[in-house]
């Protein structure tokens, strides 16, 4: 929904949008390629399991964003609608993968990291390192399109702030 209505979202997502949206690369390769340098930290602070997990999730998001639009096609999408709706699913999914021991990559890494190493909340790391992705935003689309991307951004971390809590349940 992000990419149909021409929103932005943030984190490495949110660069890898970038990365389409200026360079035209596919959003799927620059989201996996965008996610590499993560893995390895992630390897060092959260260890094998996590990252591999990480590396799965990343790798099956990084093939379903090409496939998708072969598969479904929105006549009519609106934009705000697409916004709070996307940022609310996809919150869901990074909360579920964090509470299997689980990531989307880069940021959420760095955020499930500080949040078990310094107990500082991962919705709210999230939330900061997004919206400074997305000022990025009004560089390279008109203000209503990057005022959606912010709100869509908010409705993502909100899920988590509100619902990840250091010490809740990980997956083996």
Same mark, same amino acid.
Request: net charge positive.
């Given at each position: 929904?992000?990419?149909? $209505? !021409?929103?932005?979202? @943030?984190?490495?997502? &949110?660069?890898?949008? #970038?990365?389409?949206?200026?360079?035209? /690369?596919? %959003? *799927?390769?620059?989201?996996?390629?965008?996610?590499?340098?993560?893995?390895?930290?992630?390897?060092?602070?959260?260890?094998?399991?996590?990252?591999?997990?990480?590396?799965?999730?990343?790798?099956?998001?990084?093939?379903?964003?090409?496939?998708?639009?072969?598969?479904?096609?929105?006549?009519?999408?609106?934009?705000?609608? $697409? !916004?709070?709706?996307? @940022?609310?699913?996809? &919150?869901?999914?990074? #909360?579920?993968?964090?509470?299997?021991? /689980?990531? %989307? *990559?880069?940021?959420?890494?760095?955020?499930?990291?500080?949040?078990?190493?310094?107990?500082?909340?991962?919705?709210?790391?999230?939330?900061?390192?997004?919206?400074?992705?997305?000022?990025?935003?009004?560089?390279?689309?008109?203000?209503?399109?990057?005022?959606?991307?912010?709100?869509?951004?908010?409705?993502?971390?909100?899920?988590?702030?509100?619902?990840?809590?250091?010490?809740?349940?990980?997956?083996?």
């Amino acid at each position: 929904m992000f990419r149909e $209505a !021409a929103l932005f979202t @943030g984190g490495t997502t &949110g660069i890898a949008f #970038l990365v389409h949206y200026l360079a035209k /690369a596919p %959003l *799927g390769a620059a989201l996996f390629a965008i996610n590499l340098p993560f893995y390895v930290f992630g390897w060092q602070k959260l260890g094998r399991q996590f990252t591999l997990k990480t590396f799965a999730a990343v790798g099956l998001l990084s093939i379903y964003v090409e496939l998708l639009p072969r598969w479904i096609a929105f006549s009519h999408l609106d934009p705000v609608f $697409a !916004a709070v709706m996307a @940022g609310l699913l996809v &919150g869901t999914g990074i #909360l579920i993968l964090i509470r299997h021991g /689980a990531s %989307l *990559g880069g940021v959420t890494i760095m955020a499930v990291y500080l949040q078990k190493a310094r107990g500082w909340r991962a919705g709210h790391v999230q939330m900061a390192v997004d919206a400074t992705i997305l000022i990025a935003a009004f560089a390279l689309t008109d203000a209503s399109k990057a005022l959606l991307s912010l709100l869509g951004a908010f409705a993502l971390n909100l899920v988590i702030a509100v619902n990840h809590r250091a010490g809740r349940y990980y997956g083996a």
